[in-house]
């Protein structure tokens, strides 16, 4: 990931910048279809959160578009409704302290895998270079958390899931039942893992169709292509 | 859904427009192959419709190609013949008469699931978000019905099918052993709805392959996202 | 089909620029990778055949690099080799008279089921409004067959499986264990049935998805749909 | 293949050019997401080898960014550091004495295959013209091999899975659990077999979708179909 995004220590007029880029990438990348799906960043210290607005087309949105909230969901800044997921994001964003950016796509393979209520086994080192661990599915909600707050629930579900998970090492979930959510250090990378997520989904489908009786890789070669790109033994890319 | 079409009062200029937009709407989004596939429009109180005109290519079509006839088919203007459906949208538009637009196209994911006589359960929110239920499915024609008024008869199949559902809370249909035809409030709804009963099929299919044990999402899960878009309460998009 | 080709008592010059176009035709629908694939077509009164030449990069390719040869396969016209599979085109041309061009490709849907040995079932109407059955597949060639004389034998393989078949009705065949072989009055017409046999595979493999006990559409339904683009009462498309 | 690469003899700016203009064939060709995948080329009398730097994005690369190394992986020239597969790279060109180019990437369905651990039967005649039997999938490694030296072993498993094979009548492989690696006797040609494999693969994919008790070609369909376009008696293409 040669540009990792710039949001620590960003000012908010950058926030923006990246969030707006971070919704276009999944645009680029044919994640999304008409108005779904929605990027967000946060900017840790002033606790102000940076989202999509509901339902306005992507060729049309401008970065004067986005809303601002605080960690509540109160808008700070901005004319439009945020994204109807924001609640989502904002339980995340508490949750996970370490993460900078959500994203959450309908993108094919993924949103099929997360209404499969089947998580993703690790099949290969693509997989491994990113997840430590298959990609998680939520339990479904029930109905009393899907009647209210059920944006807010959906987060909560999230959030249970990683219980013993490290949100850096596993940076999205399928949300049973309805798609991916994922994240990242920034907004770019949370689109970064969006494309990954769909592309591990996407390999996955195909490699059961190869083979119904596929397993996934074993414990060694998970964790070697894992810590190749990541943690303090890293030796993938150029030096940072 | 930013754009609900115009046509409410519209004038039939506006009408050719916005019908001329919602067929090249099916080109762009790759739900068309050569000159299969048709949009059509109508003006409820002058008892107009105005439908593509058979067999010609997309590239070359201008609003002035476009046919208007009445609500019996007698061509009110135009010197090309309509789309040899035009039985099947007449039939439609006498029906339900909440639709203003209809669209029928052979995309292939929702064309497959029409040819497998299999009606699409609703596997995950994406299908919630617009249908109020799983995509259906119509019986198949009889010999007679063949023979002689068979676009008519398709259209009588589809009514029938829909004797117990809200066209506008499920705004399309497979037509066994054909393909979908799709409506909605406007003809370019109508577009919208037959680019989302792709997605819905394409992502029904890849999630039987991840998981051939695959069940419907719950009644629960099912409303709360068809009402989140639809109804009084809905609270996605844009205030109006 | 608004352009069904100009062969017909055309010149030699006009049959090259068709040829050409088909040729480019396969590139644009996608049906070719690298320079696999050809077509070609005859001028019957003067018994010459233009065809693609061997090898030769499709976004090079002029109608002045096209080969002319007799139904012999002798060179008439041209400095390149044509291509490997002229001498199928020449026993299609023999025992198919009312054919005017040949197209074969490796398209990915149609040569899968060709590779898969497995005639496509009428599924639906897309493949009843242009083949009046199922997709055939020939036999496999015996090893004498295959060790000489490999693409005339390949011919005769098709021909001897349209023994009962008239091949304006059925305007194409898989080869087993190759890739499909397809025709039409004209070199635009064979282009055509390229496009729609690849479609017809791919509409095929999704319907056998979605329902592995997916049956072929009634006789009724397939002869109605047949007729209304063929024959003496068809009512497709505008009046010739 | 018209081009078949101008890498014997040529100056290392020559082949600096090519391997770019490899890298960026998988680009065009879809073979590869965000910086995953690689390809290289070597002068073999100045044992020099040419590869791309890791983690640069490709639409930033120029043939400035390539990295020299000599056979034991030292850095010649260049300010970046060589892909994290260049170990593997350097076995195949150490063991494969008549190659001159390796092309390493994450193609969807050649990768499911490897994910899969199933090597592909021929099904048909497109993968008969490049690969005489089946696509081969590597031994998976042994946790000490995975420990140290890990793109060495990679490498060392695709040679013995050769022990009895000819690497240029099997220009590519499936490493178990990963992806596949490809070769040819340039860069250009090591990147033509990458896009053979991944087509070979989805053909694969499909064919066992439409029939998935499909089996193999004959071997003597094989063999004609091989030798066609290979060794003293071929004949497809134009004469060299």
Redesign the interface.
């Known amino acids: 990931?040669?540009n990792r995004g710039i949001t620590s220590g960003a000012s908010l007029a950058q926030l923006r910048a990246e969030v707006l880029e971070a919704n276009l990438e999944l645009v680029r990348r044919g994640l999304v279809?008409?108005?779904?799906g929605n990027a967000s960043g946060i900017l840790r210290e002033e606790g102000l959160v940076v989202i999509k607005?509901?339902?306005?087309?992507y060729e049309k949105m401008t970065s004067e578009d986005l809303v601002v909230t605080d960690l509540d969901g109160k808008i700070v800044e901005g004319d439009?409704?945020p994204s109807?997921d924001l609640a989502t994001h904002l339980v995340l964003y508490k949750a996970f302290s370490e993460i900078g950016g959500v994203v959450h796509t309908?993108s094919?393979?993924a949103?099929?895998?997360?209404?499969?209520?089947?998580e993703i086994p690790c099949?290969?080192?693509?997989h491994a270079d990113y997840f430590h661990g298959p990609v998680p599915v939520t339990k479904?909600?029930t109905?009393k958390e899907?009647?209210s707050d059920?944006e807010v629930n959906t987060g909560h579900a999230i959030v249970r899931r990683f219980a013993k998970l490290d949100p850096l090492h596993m940076p999205g979930v399928l949300v049973a039942?309805?798609?991916p959510f994922c994240w990242g250090a920034t907004p770019t990378e949370a689109a970064?893992a969006a494309?990954v997520v769909e592309?591990i989904a996407?390999?996955?489908?195909?490699?059961?169709?190869?083979?119904p009786k596929?397993r996934a890789?074993?414990k060694?070669?998970h964790d070697?292509h894992f810590l190749?790109k990541h943690g303090s033994t890293a030796?993938?890319?150029?030096?940072k």
């Open positions: 990931m040669p279809l008409f108005t779904f607005p509901s339902g306005v087309p439009l409704r109807s309908h094919e393979y949103t099929a895998w997360a209404q499969a209520r089947r099949f290969g080192t693509t479904p909600l109905p899907i009647r059920y039942g309805h798609a970064h494309v592309e996407a390999l996955a489908t195909i490699t059961i169709t190869a083979n596929a890789i074993s060694h070669l070697k190749r030796y993938y890319g150029q030096k």
